[in-house]
């Protein structure tokens, strides 16, 4: 499922029209994306939370050379679903 139908399934579901569908997307991962470079979590009960991890600085190799190479620290953000959303699939 791509943006596209992603919107339309909201649009049917919450019987909107595709442009307040598109709106309310986009909000949602917008203030989800400014919450997160706040560096505050967000947690939505029983669906997911969602926060930045921070990647310590650590060792590598470069795979053509195979010479040893320093990774940089950087953070990534990270989803974790919650017990009541991975309990629809098992």
């Known amino acids: 499922m791509n943006k596209a139908e992603f919107i339309k399934a909201v649009a049917a579901k ?7 569908a598109t709106a ?3 909000a ?5 994306a ?4 706040a560096g505050d979590k967000v947690a939505i009960a029983n669906f997911a939370s969602y926060e930045v991890k921070e990647k ?3 060792q590598g190799f ?4 195979k010479q040893p ?3 940089a ?5 990270v989803v974790k679903f919650g017990k009541a959303f991975k309990d629809l699939f098992n």
């Open 14 to 20: 919450a019987d909107l029209s595709i442009k307040d």
């Open 24 to 26: 309310a997307v986009d």
């Open 34 to 37: 400014e919450a997160l470079k």
């Open 62 to 65: 470069n795979p053509l050379t």
């Open 28 to 32: 949602y991962a917008a203030v989800i």
């Open 73 to 77: 620290a950087s953070k990534a953000p």
């Open 69 to 71: 190479i320093t990774i």
């Open 56 to 58: 310590a600085e650590r």
